[in-house]
C-alpha cells in the first residue's frame, strides 16, 4: 500500500477524529487543521506520523498557513478532507433573525 499524506480539518473530536485516526492506523501522514491541538495528547494523533497546525475556518489566512506548513514538513499532500464546521442556529435556507413557520408552507 502505498504511504498518503492527508489534510483533515475538524480532526479534534467526531468523524474528522475518527477519520484520522484511522489513516494513522493503516500508516499513513496526516497533517492537522485544529483550532486547539491539546484534545490530541495522549492519544493516538501524538504520533511521528501526525502534525497538527492551527486552523480556523473563520480566518482564511490559517488554510494557506496549515497548506504550507505541510508542504514543507512533506513535499505536498494527497487528499484533503474537510470536517470542520461552523454551528449556526440559522437553518440552511435562511437569514438569520428568520423564522420558517411550517403551517403557512403549502407544500407542508
Known amino acids: ?5 492527508v489534510l483533515i480539518s475538524g480532526a479534534s473530536r467526531g468523524i474528522g477524529r475518527a477519520i484520522a485516526e484511522r489513516f494513522v492506523a493503516d500508516g499513513h501522514r496526516i497533517s492537522l487543521g485544529l483550532r486547539n491541538s491539546t484534545s490530541l495528547e495522549d492519544t493516538l494523533l ?17 488554510a ?28 440552511f435556507l435562511f437569514d438569520d433573525g428568520e423564522e420558517q413557520d411550517g403551517e403557512d408552507d403549502e407544500d407542508a
Do not use: K, N
Request: contains cysteine; charged residues 25%; negative net charge.
Open 64 to 91: 494557506t498557513r496549515w497548506v504550507d506548513a505541510t508542504v514543507d514538513r512533506w513535499g505536498g499532500f494527497d487528499t484533503l478532507i474537510q470536517c470542520a464546521g461552523i454551528l449556526s442556529t440559522t437553518p
Open 1 to 5: 500500500m502505498r504511504r498518503r499524506t
Open 46 to 62: 501524538a504520533s511521528d506520523q501526525v502534525i497538527s497546525h492551527r486552523y480556523d475556518a473563520f480566518e482564511p489566512d490559517s
